[in-house]
């Protein structure tokens, strides 16, 4: 029983174009949303989050968009960079635990 | 970057035998997780703290067990490895103070057990 799912393993985008990437959630106890990134041997690290009474947050060249009514969320990057190529989890949280999606691979070509 | 350390950082064991993962942190947060990550599985919760003395189960808890006897450790013990198991296994913490806070990683310790 998936909680979290990222349906798309993989992602191709040209370098200067808008990367977008989907999660999609179960719990509607969730009130948490983040999302990480990781390289490879490296832990994930902290990307940017969003609180369930908000519906977007930006920082920079990402932003988070959150649909509650559809639990769904999406991490927008723009303009993609080929340093942005790595894997990326999104994750909930609703008491203290944080769970999971599948990830999705990011390949941002030059 | 969170003072979080992961030893040993790589290990290779044989079936049946008992291994311990330790994570030390030196940021005092009281939440601390053990997480393993597999292709096609992500990343999944295996044992989580929420104080000295105070554990509880994740998603995949069979054939694991914690203990956190100090606020800076949490060790991580497979007590009969099994092939199954060979994965990256990530520590994380957390402040927790107030609902939102996000998780900061260690750098993982690969297992395989053979």
């Known amino acids: 029983d998936q909680q979290v799912k990222q349906n798309s393993p993989s992602l191709s985008v040209q370098e200067g174009r808008i990367s977008i990437l989907n999660c999609d959630y179960t719990n509607s106890m969730f009130d948490y949303f983040l999302w990480y990134k990781k390289y490879p041997a490296e832990g994930p690290t902290f990307l940017i989050s969003i609180s369930s009474i908000k519906d977007k947050n930006e920082d920079g060249r990402f932003t988070v968009f959150l649909n509650k009514s559809a639990k769904h969320l999406s991490l927008h990057i723009v303009p993609s960079q080929p340093g942005d190529s790595a894997v990326y989890f999104c994750a909930a949280s609703g008491t203290y635990k944080y769970i999971f999606g599948t990830g999705t691979r990011l390949k941002v070509l030059a | 970057d969170a003072g979080i350390t992961q030893s040993p950082r790589h290990k290779v064991t044989e079936t049946g035998t008992p291994v311990t993962l330790r994570c030390h942190q030196t940021?005092?947060?009281?939440?601390m997780y053990w997480y393993r990550q597999d292709p096609g599985h992500g990343l999944r919760l295996i044992h989580y703290s929420y104080g000295v003395k105070d554990t509880d189960k994740g998603e995949v808890s069979d054939g694991y067990s914690v203990s956190r006897s100090k606020t800076e450790d949490f060790l991580l013990t497979l007590e009969s490895a099994t092939s199954s198991q060979t994965s990256v296994y990530f520590c994380a913490i957390s402040p927790g103070q107030g609902m939102n806070t996000e998780a900061f990683f260690g750098q993982g310790t690969r297992l395989t057990v053979v």
């Open positions: 940021e005092n947060h009281r939440y």
